[in-house]
């Protein structure tokens, strides 16, 4: 079975720190996402990546940016962390549309 | 651009009652996946199924089926005879983007089955 780990399960950072949040997949997939879980909104696709060093804006990429130097990882990085940050995240890979995304278990993280 | 829209926040059942699921969806592309996910109380989305835009028969697994109608945009999920372990967030999520590759996923119903 595809894996995706996301290194934390819950995060508390201070605002204005630099935030990395880390995922891994093993089935050498090559696209790779990040979004945000909250409550009522579903989730919000943040970043995409479609190849090493490749990426593209999602809906909400304002105060977020991403690294992708080897296949199997896609970082998310806040760059000066808020409390409006504050938010599930999840990562997911994908070989191809038909087969839909597998997801992390996600971080949550709380920006006090 | 596209949207998904699930109008039902929360569905709370007995267990064996069915259990319907809305999902509208909006949508320029005239190719584009559907998707049904499946959230726990563990965290971890879990993909129930995926129908593609030329493929409107329904499908059974189980006690899940779906019934996917292009004329009114809708990809509706129901569970028959609900279990305990059926209580989730449910999402539906359309495809979107070159390649399809990208999700626009609904806001969510919360299904809970009591005992």
């Known amino acids: 079975d595809v894996k995706v780990t996301q290194s934390s399960r819950y995060l508390v950072k201070r605002t204005g720190e630099k935030v990395f949040l880390e995922c891994v997949q093993d089935?050498?997939?090559?696209?790779m996402f990040w979004y945000r879980q909250d409550p009522g909104l579903g989730l919000r696709l943040i970043y995409f990546s479609y190849d090493v060093k490749m990426k593209e804006k999602g809906d909400i990429p304002e105060g977020y940016s991403v690294s992708r130097e080897k296949k199997e990882r896609f970082s998310l990085i806040l760059e000066s962390a808020s409390t409006n940050q504050t938010s599930m995240y999840l990562c997911?890979?994908?070989?191809?549309?038909?087969?839909?995304?597998?997801f992390g278990s996600g971080t949550r993280l709380t920006v006090v | 651009a596209q949207k998904v829209t699930q109008a039902q926040t929360e569905i709370s059942v007995v267990e064996k009652e069915d259990v319907t699921l809305d999902c509208v969806y909006e949508?320029?592309?005239?190719?584009?996946?559907l998707f049904w996910y499946k959230q726990p109380p563990s965290g971890e989305l879990v993909f129930l199924i995926r129908r593609n835009s030329f493929d409107e028969q329904n499908e059974i697994s189980g006690r899940y089926s779906w019934n996917f109608q292009k004329s009114t945009s809708s990809f509706n999920f129901t569970i028959t005879a609900s279990q305990v372990v059926d209580s989730a967030v449910y999402f539906c999520a359309l495809s979107y983007g070159s390649n399809d590759y990208k999700l626009s996923f609904g806001a969510g119903t919360t299904v809970t089955v009591r005992a």
């Open positions: 089935m050498d997939h090559e696209n």
């Open positions: 997911a890979s994908s070989l191809s549309p038909r087969d839909g995304y597998t």
């Open positions: 949508t320029r592309d005239t190719t584009y996946y």
